[in-house]
């Protein structure tokens, strides 16, 4: 019986590891990068207005540069409720404001994801992140990985040649009408002026 308790105390550490490895992340800004906080996802399914709502930050940005991974030391709480700390790579991005759809933030920020490179971050590529605001720090974390971080690309039925990729959209003649925003997790297609309508008209 005793052995069966260790083995099942084992499992639940090797558990909340495994989920603070993989869950937490962090947002810097730039002016203020010493300052990081690391917070845990909720990828429970919002509503976009839910989304909307629970953000306090919705921009869209552009990843400019090479990624950079340094060990990050997080603390966490153990199955017995005590707290230790765990080590993991982290990657910064550096991101350029595009436009402030919900909130305000500095023209440049970095924000850093667990993990080495993510290549389904795109260099020159544009997104449109959802964050909220934490407690500390003054820094911000994202809503939700799976709704909060979107790719911005043109309309599938605007593309002359459907095989033809976009990395970015930070063309003259884009518009609103003509780009739509694509989770970076799930796929998801999100219409981009209907997104930007839904927050005006949840501002009000």
Known sequence: MHKNRKLLYLLVISAVVAAVLFCIAYI???ANTEKSLEVAFNESKASQAELIEDSDIIVRCVFEGEPKTENKTAMTTGADGKEFTITSPVTAYKMKLVENLKGVVNNEFEIGLIGSKDNKIENGAEYVLFLDKSNENGSYRLVSYNQGFNKVKQK??????????????????STDESIEI???????????????????????
């Not at 605007?158 to 003649?173: A, H, I, P, Q, R």
């Not at 970076?184 to 008209?201: Q, S, W």
């Open 182 to 204: 694509e989770s970076v997790a799930t796929k998801e297609i999100i219409n981009y002026k209907a997104l930007k309508d839904k927050i005006k008209e949840l501002d009000k």
């Open 156 to 173: 599938s039925s605007d593309l002359k040649n459907s095989t033809e990729k976009f990395t970015s959209v930070l063309t003259s003649d």
């Open 28 to 30: 810097n800004n730039k």
